[in-house]
């Protein structure tokens, strides 16, 4: 239990084990309330391991041990994610660990998904949304060894890409010319860059006398400061090749040393000036992330190796490249479609009438 300082402000304690002299080491918790400082108490004990009993934790409690024993090991924008969930799933999180049912739990997703949104956006979550809030709630309780059993989850929605193609593709490459997300534009596109390697690049991954670039780390902006991480999967880590037109835009680059960023933007600033320049120009609204699925599309489309198209991407297989990326021009299709139908009506000259 907290107890008042001489300050007014409320300390709790945790023994957290005896030194070599055999002094009793604790650590110290001060807020501004006993509950505060009492519940900054606990949320370290469960995430340092310590025994506590199950009916004085609430699902709350057990998420933020949970955040604080994986911070450092999981990237920030997971830590960030599942913050984001803890702040907004709403006030079933203060039920007792001991307390949660699978009915109980059931009901508080589906409200979840349907209750009122406090970000601004309209309509229910999404069904990403969902699932992720689940999935860090089954992690929190399987850590404090709850088994509430299965609930059932709205099924993912098949996804409806705006891929550029050919056309497309000249349109955007004329309305970016000159601005300051043309280098970002263009490495997604030639060298089906995500937009946290566009960023993490620096000169010194340019190979310029090969025209190669390196890609080795990712770089993401949360609440304002830059994080650096691995690229997403083992075979993000890769070389691409570029065009002496895309390298002679790094080149005019200004920069102070070898290690400076190339593309100074953040992510997110890179989304919304994408987005801005399609407004513009009166272009189809489409991702930034489509220009990945239209490195992909319009290569297979023109039958580049499929091979080359999977390394240069960074996919360890085929399988999420060809069901997710690899979507088919329209032009292609109806040619295509000609073909299989002229395949057929051969079949039906045997018994064609003149």
Not at 42 to 64: C, D, F, P, Q
Not at 219 to 246: E, M
């Amino acid at each position: 239990m907290a107890t008042k300082l001489p300050n007014g402000r409320y300390r709790a304690q945790v023994f957290i084990g005896i030194d070599d002299s055999g002094k009793r080491l604790y650590k110290s918790f001060i807020g501004d309330t006993a509950d505060e400082a009492d519940y900054a108490a606990l949320t370290y004990k469960l995430g340092y391991g310590k025994r506590v009993e199950r009916k004085n934790v609430t699902l709350r409690t057990a998420m933020r041990a949970c955040i604080e024993s994986k911070r450092g090991i999981l990237s920030p924008a997971t830590i960030v994610g599942y913050e984001v969930i803890e702040r907004n799933f709403g006030a079933f999180l203060d039920t007792p660990l001991h307390k949660i049912t699978k009915i109980n739990l059931q009901t508080a997703i589906n409200q979840y998904m349907f209750a009122p949104r406090n970000d601004g956006k309209k309509g229910t979550r999404s069904v990403k949304s969902v699932r992720n809030a689940y999935g860090f709630i089954s992690s929190v309780l399987k850590q404090n060894d709850i088994n509430v059993g299965e609930i059932v989850l709205p099924s993912p929605k098949e996804v409806e890409y705006a891929t550029p193609f050919d056309n497309e593709l000249t349109q955007i490459f004329a309305a970016v010319k000159g601005s300051s997300i043309e280098l970002p534009v263009l490495l997604a596109v030639f060298c089906s860059l995500r937009r946290e390697e566009i960023c993490g690049l620096r000169f010194s991954d340019v190979d310029r006398k090969n025209n190669a670039i390196h890609i080795s780390q990712a770089r993401l902006r949360i609440k304002g400061v830059d994080h650096i991480k691995d690229p997403k999967t083992k075979t993000s880590r890769r070389t691409v090749f570029a065009t002496d037109y895309i390298m002679s835009l790094i080149d005019a680059v200004p920069r102070q040393s070898d290690e400076d960023y190339i593309v100074k933007l953040c992510p997110d600033s890179i989304t919304k000036r994408f987005g801005e320049s399609l407004t513009a120009h009166n272009i189809p609204r489409c991702r930034f992330h489509d220009l990945r699925h239209a490195f992909v599309s319009v290569l297979a489309d023109h039958g580049v190796d499929e091979k080359y198209i999977q390394h240069i991407g960074g996919w360890a297989s085929d399988a999420v490249m060809k069901r997710v990326y690899m979507q088919l021009n329209a032009r292609t299709l109806q040619s295509k479609s000609a073909t299989a139908n002229s395949i057929f009506e051969s079949f039906l000259q045997p018994f064609a009438t003149d």
